[in-house]
């Protein structure tokens, strides 16, 4: 049976490292349980497992992709335009007019009609941005398919006008406003299908406007936190400049201070089945085995990556790379929750932190189950982590078995 929800709780170890910073470059931190926690966020997170391209990223999987970018329209309907004989300005006007249409709702519209027409931000009196790209105000999240089939609505737009600027606007302005079945075709592009892509599908995206389709993420993350207060130093280094050197002067070329962090981070992350089913087309009954397969090859692949793939800020400097020291994976039906309370009071940092980390989680876990019930299976992969936690299998064991909880 298809469990309804599978919870992932890790334990990383992390080195002197600077795994994610704020605005003013130090490391994020969180209070949590009266001590100062290093954190890493969740947006943090989900970037570093969306673009991991190496054997277990979600990047090989055969689904359509997403694209995540301010510039989408200019790559993906104005370059391919231009490239087949377009005027670039024609081009450009065409794109954004659909820009404009998709993202403001039908009574914006109505509104700005009602004033005089008047442009919104995204929509100035040039076709294009102050540099002449087409881009949107923010950074939208839009699937390859759904860009093809809006190129060739622009494509089809420029044919009919005849290389006529205002007309162009015009004709896009009818197909996508008026006629009825166009704007039902655009509507039709939506998650179940996967034309958002798969990161939409997964990780969701958020949308203004009635034509494109609202996703809601099918896995939710959480920002990872120390289990124990924040350990830090503020790492002074001097640059040397090897042709003064040379010269017998021992001035430094450049002086600063970096701050680096170690820490054992605690990290959970929720995989909505039932929501991923349905955002990889398992609600279409020709879908649901394809939906299924796909569904278990995103989890196998999400629980190696969780394990294995490191936030990669000051690579060059630090090497931040560490694989989990525990992964437990729960499978059930009731309400997630979060282990993290195991740790509001700060484990010791004093002998053995993983062992001291292992037991403040077991001893929580075995609490949760005295109050509530034992609702989920559950099995581990570990680093010694002996007998404390029940079914210790290899990782590639233990995203197979995640696996099974979803396509069965």
Not at 76 to 105: C, H, M, N, W
Not at 180 to 187: D, G, P, T, V, Y
Not at 206 to 214: F, I, N
């Amino acid at each position: 049976m298809t469990a309804r929800f599978l919870q992932i709780h890790t334990l990383t170890s992390y080195p002197a490292s600077l795994l994610n910073r704020d605005d003013a470059g130090f490391a994020k931190r969180m209070p949590f349980g009266g001590a100062i926690r290093t954190r890493v966020s969740s947006q943090c997170l989900k970037r570093h497992w969306r673009m991991y391209d190496g054997e277990n990223g979600l990047k090989n999987l055969a689904a359509p992709e997403s694209v995540r970018s301010r510039e989408s329209f200019e790559r993906y309907i104005v370059k391919p335009l231009v490239d087949e004989g377009t005027e670039p300005a024609l081009a450009r006007t065409a794109a954004q007019k659909i820009v404009s249409l998709l993202f403001t709702s039908e009574a914006e519209q109505d509104r700005a009609e009602r004033k005089g027409g008047r442009k919104k931000a995204d929509e100035p009196d040039a076709p294009g941005g102050d540099d002449g790209v087409v881009k949107t105000s923010q950074v939208t999240v839009l699937g390859r398919p759904e860009l093809d089939y809006l190129c060739q609505l622009a494509r089809q737009a420029v044919a009919d006008a005849g290389g006529d600027r205002a007309k162009i606007e015009k004709v896009i302005q009818d197909r996508m406003k008026n006629n009825k079945e166009l704007k039902k075709n655009i509507q039709a592009l939506k998650p179940g299908s996967l034309e958002a892509g798969l990161s939409a599908a997964l990780f969701g995206r958020m949308v203004t406007g009635d034509v494109l389709a609202r996703t809601d993420a099918a896995i939710h993350v959480a920002h990872a936190i120390t289990v124990h207060g924040q350990q830090t130093e503020s790492d002074y280094f001097s640059v040397i400049d090897d042709l003064i050197r040379e010269d017998g002067k021992q001035e430094s070329g450049h002086i600063n201070a970096s701050e680096l962090t170690s820490g054992v981070f605690y990290g959970y992350v929720v995989i909505d089945v039932h929501g991923l089913l349905k955002n990889l087309g398992g609600e279409e009954p020709d879908h649901l085995a394809s939906a299924h397969g796909l569904a278990g090859d995103v989890v196998e692949r999400l629980v190696q990556m969780i394990a294995t793939v490191s936030p990669g800020a000051k690579k060059g400097s630090t090497a931040p790379y560490a694989y989990s020291h525990l992964v437990l994976v729960e499978s059930g039906n009731a309400q997630p929750r979060t282990l993290q309370n195991a740790f509001v009071e700060p484990v010791r940092t004093s002998g053995n932190i993983i062992h001291n980390a292992y037991q403040a989680l077991a001893s929580h876990l075995a609490d949760l189950d005295a109050m509530y019930g034992k609702g989920e299976e559950r099995a581990h992969a570990g680093l010694q982590a002996g007998d404390l936690f029940e079914g210790g299998m290899s990782l590639a064991s233990l995203a197979a078995w995640a696996k099974a909880r979803v396509v069965a």
